[in-house]
């Protein structure tokens, strides 16, 4: 059987609403929904103007009553699967997750099943009723670390907005390849790659991209950082840091071909090209409750391969400075 909510609610534009269009009114007067949901509505009769149906466009005088009777139905022919997900937090508005390596986030072509919004939909029926299951933003198939889904449309509405605000704070962990001086900022466009599709690339009519990285520990040939999100484009982190070429140990896509970094032992090689996955982990999220209005953060640890790796290094970088 599946799941459904029924929403009724009304309110009546004000004078200084006068000359405004009735989608610009309805979405101050419910806040909840996103404007383009609000249209929807509209456009369906489920939002109507003194008890008629109207067009998003009509501009309003004042004192009209807006009236909104509707049913939030499933948003797609998902199915529910028992996947173990690592919450780190769950209320009524919202839950955080620690996604693990190979867990892909939405169903897509040749990825039907097995994603996270299959494991979500296991975990609480109700989520079917949300755009992608509550899902308001992704990591990639292979990046491990925390990730906040949305558990009501006013939740969910309200995280969309914050991203797009840029006033969710996300920080990720990650091994670049070569030794670098110092931190910085990666401020460059990001878009479709030209020639392949698959990929992004730094292009110049791409979207914003900013990514700010510090250092936290240099070895012999690669360096541990931590990064700061401003944007949240596709690849975003992996594209920038192989623009400055320092790309993510493990990242088949923009790394290119496996190099042997000069004075490695048979040991560290081995731990380097059996590494599964590009080097990045989400390690922490920040972001203001859409309840209570509180700023809250999280942080996840480091996941056992990743800290595998790093032992690995500082293991070289000993050796190695111990035979100069």
């Not at 690592?86 to 997750?97: K, N, S, T």
């Not at 670390?145 to 990720?172: C, F, P, W």
């Not at 990650?174 to 670098?180: N, P």
């Not at 040939?221 to 493990?250: F, S, W």
């Amino acid at each position: 059987m599946t799941s459904s909510e029924k929403i009724s609610q009304a309110a009546t534009a004000q004078i200084e609403h006068r000359g405004s269009r009735l989608d610009q009114v309805a979405a101050q007067l419910f806040p909840d929904f996103s404007r383009s949901q609000l249209q929807e509505w509209i456009k369906s009769g489920e939002l109507q103007v003194n008890q008629k149906a109207a067009k998003a466009k009509d501009k309003l005088f004042g004192g009209e009553l807006l009236s909104l009777e509707t049913e939030l139905k499933p948003k797609g022919e998902w199915q529910a699967e028992e996947i173990d997900l690592d919450i780190v937090y769950e209320d009524d508005h919202l839950l955080v997750i620690n996604k693990p390596a190979g867990l892909v986030v939405h169903p897509a072509a040749g990825n039907h099943q097995g994603t996270l919004l299959n494991a979500l939909l296991n975990h609480n029926k109700n989520l079917e009723l949300l755009p992608r299951a509550g899902i308001v933003h992704r990591l990639d198939k292979d990046t491990t670390g925390l990730m906040v889904v949305a558990k009501t449309l006013a939740a969910h509405n309200d995280l969309i907005a914050q991203l797009q605000e840029r006033s969710v704070s996300r920080e990720y962990e990650a091994i670049a390849i070569g030794t670098m001086t110092g931190g910085g900022c990666v401020d460059e466009p990001i878009g479709r790659h030209p020639k392949q599709r698959t990929m992004m690339a730094v292009v110049r009519d791409g979207k914003e991209a900013i990514t700010h990285y510090r250092l936290v520990e240099r070895f012999v040939g690669h360096t541990h950082l931590r990064l700061k999100l401003e944007t949240g484009r596709t690849h975003q982190i992996r594209v920038h840091m192989a623009h400055i070429r320092h790309p993510l140990v493990g990242d088949h896509t923009y790394a290119g071909r496996f190099k042997i970094p000069k004075g490695s032992t048979d040991e560290l090689i081995e731990v380097l090209k059996s590494f599964p996955r590009q080097a990045l982990h989400a390690a922490q999220l920040g972001l203001i409750h859409p309840d209570t209005a509180e700023y809250m953060q999280w942080q996840a640890p480091l996941p056992e391969d990743f800290d595998l790796l790093l032992q690995a290094l500082r293991k070289h970088t000993k050796e190695y400075n111990q035979d100069l």
